[in-house]
């Protein structure tokens, strides 16, 4: 079975939009902003396996806690280096194993997001 997306309730959707394709280098595959009763917005990766359901509520908004979800990278270093610069407050290096390295930092939702390189 393979997932098909992870949906976030956000009353920043504009933000967070912002947040997935700059700092996660998603792409916007579907936008329905403009709709006032139900606007939403899906983003995936470059071939569709990862994708991100972005629902602009006031009501049902998830303000983080308890959920991670991991995003992987070939260069660590590089992308705890961009998270820096860009204000987003990267927590500290962990590597479990030699072999895997990570970090997180938050979207503006709280949601914890981890960055992820495996050798």
Same mark, same amino acid.
């Given at each position: 079975?393979?997932?098909?997306?992870?949906? *976030?309730?956000?009353?920043?959707? @504009?933000?967070?939009?912002?947040?997935? %394709?700059? =700092?996660?280098?998603? %792409? #916007?595959?579907?936008?329905?902003?403009?709709?006032?009763?139900?606007?939403?917005?899906?983003? !995936?990766?470059?071939?569709?396996? /990862?994708?991100?359901?972005?629902?602009?509520? =006031?009501? !049902?908004?998830?303000?983080?806690?308890? *959920?991670?979800?991991?995003?992987?990278?070939?260069? #660590? =270093?590089?992308?705890?280096?961009?998270?820096?610069?860009?204000?987003?407050? +990267?927590? +500290?290096?962990?590597? +479990?194993? +030699?072999? /895997?390295?990570?970090?997180?930092?938050?979207?503006? @939702?709280?949601?914890? #997001?981890?960055?992820?390189?495996?050798?």
């Amino acid at each position: 079975m393979k997932m098909k997306h992870v949906t *976030i309730m956000t009353k920043c959707l @504009n933000e967070s939009v912002d947040f997935y %394709r700059e =700092q996660v280098g998603l %792409r #916007i595959r579907m936008d329905g902003r403009c709709s006032k009763e139900h606007p939403l917005v899906f983003l !995936s990766d470059e071939e569709g396996d /990862t994708c991100i359901e972005l629902v602009g509520s =006031q009501s !049902s908004v998830y303000y983080g806690g308890g *959920i991670s979800i991991g995003f992987c990278t070939d260069d #660590i =270093q590089r992308e705890h280096a961009d998270k820096e610069v860009a204000w987003l407050h +990267p927590g +500290p290096m962990i590597s +479990p194993n +030699p072999h /895997t390295h990570f970090f997180f930092i938050k979207d503006p @939702n709280g949601v914890e #997001i981890q960055f992820i390189q495996e050798d």
